[in-house]
């Protein structure tokens, strides 16, 4: 039987990163396509499994409308959705600079890549600011809710509809209540941190307001909106309660079903670190060309490939922003 040798005069095309550049791209350009196709499936992955819960928990998942209403210096204004779309602009406005940058870079243009690199350096700085403060007003809360034996939320409204804050009637009884911690637990296990007012405060505060009612987590299919409890229906409900929860968390979230948080935490997480990442990247290829190495290369090709990557994590958002907030 014959052996088969390679030799060092053997035809072999295989591409070794030279001068036979597969579809024109050169090695890592082509190495940062791979990565923006695979990171693209974990993307739908996330947002597939988003839509699969949602559409099972469709009768309990909060509304985008009623969570995201905040928006800097502006207290006590409902502002749905406002920052959420301020974000979008200022990321998607941050892929434009990129875009420039780029251009100014084929054009050996030292002084506009400096400066659109710059601006796309405060665009995502500005986005990741934003998106920590949105986070600490979802962890945080506004109006608090009641967690059922079953695991319902329930939260309180005026004869309006409009929510009300536990703040703005839960009594204040005098009772002692302590955190378990695990020098004190009979199972050496730490207990989260007490929230403002315990069950009996709010069952009381309730029971003197006879004008608020209680809304639950279910939507109402005629309405579109949330179903509101008669004065009689609420009490009972009431009576059925087990945590006071306020703000979102892992565990419990007082804007309805719990797979919300998760999912809020998880993919805005995963996102946010990309665009974080991005940010850094970007600095770094900054600083290189203010000291000119991409002027001693002769080419700003870092330029383009960081900007490949920049403008897939906006465009990672523009689906985010749809799924998320927006359907």
């Known amino acids: 039987m014959g052996a088969t040798v390679t030799t060092a005069n053997s035809q072999d095309k295989t591409w070794g990163g030279g001068d036979n550049e597969p579809m024109g791209a050169n090695y890592g350009k082509l190495m940062m396509w791979f990565f923006i196709v695979s990171d693209a499936l974990t993307f739908s992955g996330f947002l597939g499994a988003y839509g699969f819960s949602r559409f099972k928990f ?123 911690t695990a020098n004190k637990s009979p199972w050496f296990v730490s207990e989260a941190k007490l929230p403002t007012y315990s069950i009996a405060e709010v069952q009381a505060g309730f029971k003197s307001h006879p004008e608020l009612l209680i809304r639950t987590e279910v939507i109402n299919e005629a309405t579109k909106q949330k179903t509101i409890l008669s004065r009689t229906d609420s009490d009972t409900r ?31 997480g995963f996102h946010g670190f990309h665009v974080f990442s991005g940010v850094i990247i970007n600095i770094i290829i900054f600083f290189n060309v203010l000291v000119g190495t991409y002027e001693k290369r002769g080419s700003y090709e870092m330029v383009e490939k960081v900007g490949l990557y920049w403008h897939f994590v906006d465009l990672v958002w523009v689906f985010v922003f749809t799924v998320f907030y927006l359907v």
């Open 58 to 180: 469709i009768e309990s998942w909060p509304l985008a409308d009623e969570v995201f209403t905040h928006f800097p210096f502006m207290h006590g204004v409902s502002a749905p959705m406002y920052y959420v779309a301020f974000m979008t602009f200022i990321l998607i406005f941050s892929s434009v600079t990129m875009v420039l940058a780029v251009d100014a870079g084929h054009q050996m243009n030292k002084a506009k890549v400096t400066i659109y690199m710059f601006l796309t350096i405060i665009g995502g700085l500005i986005f990741v600011g934003s998106q920590a403060w949105e986070w600490k007003n979802f962890i945080k809360g506004e109006y608090g809710a009641i967690e059922t034996q079953g695991g319902s939320i329930l939260q309180f409204v005026d004869k309006d509809g409009k929510r009300v804050a536990l703040a703005d009637f839960a009594a204040r009884l005098p009772e002692e209540r302590v955190t378990s």
């Open 238 to 268: 009431l009576a059925d309660a087990k945590y006071v929860v306020e703000g979102a968390n892992l565990i419990r979230n007082e804007y309805g079903n719990k797979l919300f948080a998760d999912f809020f935490f998880f993919i805005t």
